[in-house]
Antibody, heavy 125, light 108 residues
Framework: QLQLQESGPGLVKPSETLSLTCSVSGGSMNSDYWTWVRQPPGKGLQWIGHIFHSGGTTYNPSLGGRVFISADPSKKQFSLRLKSVTAADTAIYYCARGATHMIFGLVRFGWFDPWGQGTLVTVSS | DIQMTQSPSSLSASVGDRVTITCRTS??????LAWYQQRPGKAPKLLIF???TLQSGVPSRFSGSGSGTDFTLTISSLQPADAATYFCQNYNTALLLSFGGGTKVEIK
């Protein structure tokens, strides 16, 4: 059974870079998408971006180019870096697998399953 | 961008009640819609994908329907374990995945 677990600092200073790692167990990273989603306390869900197993990435344009997602399938890990953080980036950060589906014979991102338990990152000096 | 509107934003119902949550999108997304359940303090959990396909292990009291711009999640007989917030998600385009604002379900 595929399981994901986030790790990283729980406190980041404003203007610095938030860095998180997601460790995958119970399966390989040789297929599907690997993705990050965040949730400000008490609010809704925001997709941050994802990396395809072949290495291609897609990011939420609302994050203004501050996002970088990388993966190391040999270690069964993928990572998130978010630059120049502010208090607005305070949130619970989730990693998740993005299941694929086919549209007109092309592989496309589908739904998020499973999810990691999430990790709270607070941006504060 | 595709706007996603869930309604109601919250509801309170009794055990055994039939509960319906609606998700409306600003563009036709065919059946590219998923539903999630998020219990307090927990990560979201996939319930339904492709608008109406029940994820393995999800109780059969959950069902989804709709296509195009109007979608529904139904709980046929509300149980105490169903107290949670429910989100819809569209995957019509992988360039900007988005979620609905959520519907909080409380047990009377």
């Amino acid at each position: 059974q595929l399981q994901l677990q986030e790790s990283g600092p729980g406190l980041v200073k404003p203007s610095e870079t938030l860095s998180l790692t997601c460790s995958v167990s119970g399966g390989s990273m040789n297929s599907d998408y690997w993705t990050w989603v965040r949730q400000p306390p008490g609010k809704g869900l925001q997709w941050i971006g994802h990396i395809f197993h072949s290495g291609g990435t897609t990011y939420n344009p609302s994050l203004g180019g501050r996002v970088f997602i990388s993966a190391d399938p040999s270690k069964k890990q993928f990572s998130l870096r978010l630059k120049s953080v502010t208090a607005a980036d305070t949130a619970i950060y989730y990693c998740a697998r993005g299941a694929t589906h086919m549209i007109f014979g092309l592989v496309r991102f589908g739904w998020f399953d499973p999810w990691g338990q999430g990790t709270l990152v607070t941006v504060s000096s | 961008d595709i706007q996603m509107t869930q309604s109601p934003s919250s509801l309170s119902a009794s055990v055994g009640d039939r509960v319906t949550i609606t998700c409306r999108t600003s563009q036709d997304i065919k059946n590219y819609l998923a539903w999630y359940q998020q219990r307090p303090g927990k990560a979201p959990k996939l319930l339904i994908f492709a608008a109406s396909t029940l994820q393995s292990g999800v109780p059969s009291r959950f069902s989804g329907s709709g296509s195009g711009t109007d979608f529904t999640l139904t709980i046929s007989s509300l149980q105490p374990a169903d107290a949670a917030t429910y989100f819809c998600q569209n995957y019509n385009t992988a360039l900007l995945l988005s979620f609905g604002g959520g519907t909080k379900v409380e047990i009377k």
